[in-house]
């Protein structure tokens, strides 16, 4: 319990910097960033366009996300979060090889900003390409 609260801490801390350096915009990326991911995982998985394979990888990782236990222990500051981070972005990089981009851009709640770092970690395109544009 401690450990949960140091890492509550540490988080807040760091959100606190960003809104105090200005960078409300990432402050609220980082503040956002894991249930953001929940929800678009949540998404997902209702989706019928996502294979169910993907469904299962997705339903893991939502696990994953939710036990008190981690590979890299969440009160280590930065690395914490990392192993969270590393998972979201390996899944996603499988329903994005599955079912394409769009699907996320359909289902992130969160900032553009923040959908587009994810999609471009996890090998996707980071911003839709502009329609006028593209039919050029």
């Known amino acids: 319990m401690l450990a949960a609260g140091a890492a509550l801490a540490v988080y807040a801390a760091l959100i606190g910097i960003l809104v105090v350096l200005g960078r409300r915009t990432d402050a609220r990326a980082l503040a956002g960033f894991i249930p953001d991911a929940v929800l678009l995982f949540r998404g997902l998985l209702g989706d019928p366009r996502v294979p169910r394979s993907r469904k ?9 996300l939710a036990m008190p236990i981690d590979l890299i222990p969440d009160f280590l500051p930065v690395v ?16 994005l090889r599955a079912a394409g981009p769009e699907l996320v851009h359909e289902h992130w709640r969160g900032p ?15 911003r839709r390409p502009d329609r006028a544009s593209a039919s050029r």
């Open 56 to 64: 299962l990888l997705l339903g893991a990782a939502l696990g994953y």
């Open 80 to 95: 914490g979060q990392l192993d969270d981070a590393i998972i979201v972005g390996l899944v996603l990089r499988s329903v």
């Open 112 to 126: 553009p900003s923040s959908r587009d770092l994810v999609l471009r970690l996890a090998g996707g395109q980071g």
